[in-house]
């Protein structure tokens, strides 16, 4: 029996669209719920990125809140003059933290 191959590109990058400045001091509670969804992007040479697909189908309310989150979302200036991150079509990974997602449907 043959495993299905993922053809889908690796990620070049993750991007955790969230912002949170007590993650550290929540972690060392116990556990705290992070989310990864995989997709198509372009990013633009000022670091904004703009989403194009995603390889799995995501609920509409995933969909929403990551757009919302992309709206103000900009990859470091550091990162692409380093050229660890370059503008053009590719595939990335965007983190987020469910919680946030909860608070923002409210």
Known sequence: ?????DTTPKATAIFWVDKD??????????????????ARVEIDSLGKVNLLAYTKPQSQRIKSYLQYRLEVF????????????????QYV?????????????R
Not at 1 to 5: A, K, L, T
């Open 74 to 89: 900009r990859v470091k200036k550091v990162m692409l003059d380093s050229g660890f991150v370059k503008p053009g079509v």
């Open 21 to 38: 400045k007590d993650y550290q001091a929540k972690k060392k509670d116990g556990p705290l719920s992070l989310r990864t969804v995989k």
């Open 1 to 5: 029996m043959e495993e299905p191959v």
């Open 93 to 105: 990974q965007l983190r987020y933290l469910p919680g946030k997602l909860d608070a923002h449907h």
